[in-house]
């Protein structure tokens, strides 16, 4: 997974508050190779009219572009699913901007290279109000934690360890191998001091 310090993109507003992670990808598409993407399936079904075809008005379906989601509340709350992450990754979307995410899905987006940058409802409706039912282009940079959208330059939150995690396009594994020397180090000297921890046998 490649990492980021800034991205450039389209910007879209999705004012919808607890948008879960059913309805970012119903489970019913969860059964597909992933190998295949999950982008076609992102908010599967809010995304088409009751006939099931692509309702033209929704943001999204406007905006095929757009690489950057300007969200409601508690998004990405309900289950686990990391698919739900896959899905907005394979649709091309680097971040989400909300005023709060469910817990898990922040984590595995991070994992996964994707953004959950949390700011104020003011803000958030002063983004939404920016775009104005359209998108535009905006910036977010993870350095200063700002993302600027026309005038306006709004920071935003994100744990240190996140950061570092994005910048360096790095998952949880990767985060635990940058101490790999002090890991071997450790087991060197506890070899040495506790033998009788090594079953017999172990290297």
């Given amino acids: 997974m490649a990492g980021w310090r800034v991205h450039r993109g389209q910007a879209v507003a999705l004012p919808l508050d607890n948008l879960d992670t059913d309805q970012l990808i119903p489970a019913r598409f969860m ?3 992933r190998a295949e993407g999950y982008g076609g399936f992102l908010l599967h079904d809010l995304r088409r009219d009751p006939a099931g075809q692509p309702d033209p008005g929704f943001p999204l379906n ?3 572009g757009a690489s950057i989601l300007v969200a409601g509340r508690n998004f990405g709350s309900g289950s686990s699913r990391e698919a739900a992450v896959y899905a907005l990754v394979d649709a091309g979307i680097r971040a989400v901007v909300a005023p ?10 991070v994992n996964n290279g994707l953004l959950p940058a949390r700011v104020t409802a003011a803000d958030i409706a002063a983004l939404t109000a920016a775009l ?4 535009a282009e905006a910036t977010v940079d993870l350095e200063t934690g700002t993302i600027t959208l026309g005038d306006l330059a709004i920071g ?6 996140w950061r570092t995690k994005l910048v360096n396009g790095w998952d949880d594994i990767d985060l635990t191998g940058r101490h790999a020397e002090d ?5 060197a000297a506890r070899r040495q001091t506790a033998p009788w921890a090594w079953p017999r046998g172990a290297a």
């Fill in 31 to 33: 059964s597909q190779p």
């Fill in 62 to 64: 406007r905006h095929p």
């Fill in 100 to 109: 709060g995410f469910g817990d898990i899905f922040a984590a595995n987006a």
């Fill in 132 to 135: 104005d039912g359209g998108a």
């Fill in 156 to 161: 935003f939150v994100l744990d240190e360890i």
């Fill in 183 to 187: 890991i071997a180090r450790f087991r």
